[in-house]
C-alpha cells in the first residue's frame, strides 16, 4: 500500500484489515500509521526505492493512493509509479491499482458549470500536480505486463461509508458527484479480483 497515511490510504488500511487481509504500508512517518498484527508498516520514501522494493514479494496485489496537493513542480506520481512498477515486476506481483483524477478528463457532457471551474480555476491552479498525475497514467497504461486498474474519482469528502457508487468503464459518467473516500477505498478493495476493470480506467462517483 502507498500513500496509506493520507485520507483514502487510511480508510483503505482499516478496511483492507477488517476484511482480513494482511497489508504492508509504506510511510515516511511509521507512527502514523495504526497498530495492528496484520499491518506491517515499512519506513521511507516513495521516490527512494531502495528500501523498500523487497517488501512486495508475496504480496497478492499493490493499491496506490498517492496523493500531492502542492502547487509546485512534483514528481510523486510518475517516479513514484515508476518505482512501484520496477519493484513489482522485481517481486514478481501482477496487480496493481491506484488513483488519479476525474478532473483529467472531464465528459463532454459535464455541466457548463463544472467545465469552467474545473477548466479554468482547479487546473491552472494545479497545472503541476494534473501535469504529472497524467504522466502517471501514461506509464500504467504501458505496462503491458501488468494487470492494472486506474481509478478516477471525483471531489473527495470526509463522508461515510455507504458502499453506493456508480462506475463506468473507460468511459465518462454523464454526471460526477462527489464521493467519500471511504467509499473510494472500498471499490478499489472490493474490484481487485474484478475481471472488467483490469487493463481499464474507472470513473466513479457518487450515487
Given at each position: 500500500m502507498f500513500g496509506g497515511s493520507g485520507g483514502t490510504g487510511a480508510r483503505l488500511v482499516t478496511q483492507a484489515l477488517d476484511a482480513g487481509h494482511r497489508v504492508t504500508a509504506l510511510a515516511r512517518r511509521p507512527e502514523?500509521?495504526?497498530r495492528h498484527a496484520r499491518?506491517?508498516?515499512?519506513?521511507?520514501?516513495?521516490?527512494?526505492?531502495?528500501?523498500?522494493?523487497?517488501?512486495?514479494?508475496?504480496?497478492?496485489?499493490?493499491l496506490s493512493c498517492l496523493g500531492s496537493a502542492d502547487r509546485r513542480p512534483t514528481t510523486v506520481y510518475s517516479q513514484g509509479m515508476t518505482g512501484i512498477i520496477a519493484a513489482m515486476r522485481e517481486c514478481g506481483v501482477r496487480r496493481l491499482s491506484c488513483v488519479t483524477s476525474a478532473s483529467l478528463?472531464?465528459?463532454?457532457d459535464a455541466p457548463l458549470s463544472q467545465k469552467l471551474l474545473?477548466?479554468?480555476?482547479?487546473?491552472?491552479?494545479?497545472?503541476?500536480?494534473?501535469?504529472?498525475?497524467?504522466?502517471?497514467?501514461?506509464?500504467?497504461?504501458?505496462?503491458?505486463?501488468?494487470e492494472w486498474t486506474i481509478v478516477r474519482p471525483p471531489r473527495l469528502?470526509?463522508?461515510?461509508?455507504t458502499g453506493k457508487?456508480?462506475?463506468?468503464?473507460?468511459?465518462?459518467?454523464?454526471?460526477?458527484?462527489?464521493?467519500?473516500?471511504?467509499?473510494?477505498a472500498h471499490y478499489l478493495l472490493d474490484h481487485l479480483d474484478d475481471e472488467q476493470s483490469?487493463?481499464?480506467t474507472i470513473e466513479i462517483s457518487g450515487p
Open positions: 502514523s500509521m495504526p499491518l506491517t508498516v515499512v519506513r521511507g520514501d516513495v521516490l527512494r526505492p531502495g528500501g523498500w522494493r523487497h517488501e512486495l514479494a508475496r504480496h497478492d496485489a499493490v478528463a472531464l465528459s463532454p474545473i477548466g479554468r480555476v482547479v487546473r491552472p491552479l494545479y497545472r503541476h500536480m494534473y501535469a504529472d498525475m497524467a504522466k502517471m497514467e501514461r506509464i500504467v497504461t504501458a505496462a503491458d505486463d501488468l469528502t470526509d463522508g461515510a461509508l457508487y456508480v462506475t463506468a468503464v473507460d468511459q465518462h459518467l454523464p454526471r460526477t458527484r462527489s464521493l467519500s473516500r471511504a467509499d473510494l483490469r487493463k481499464a
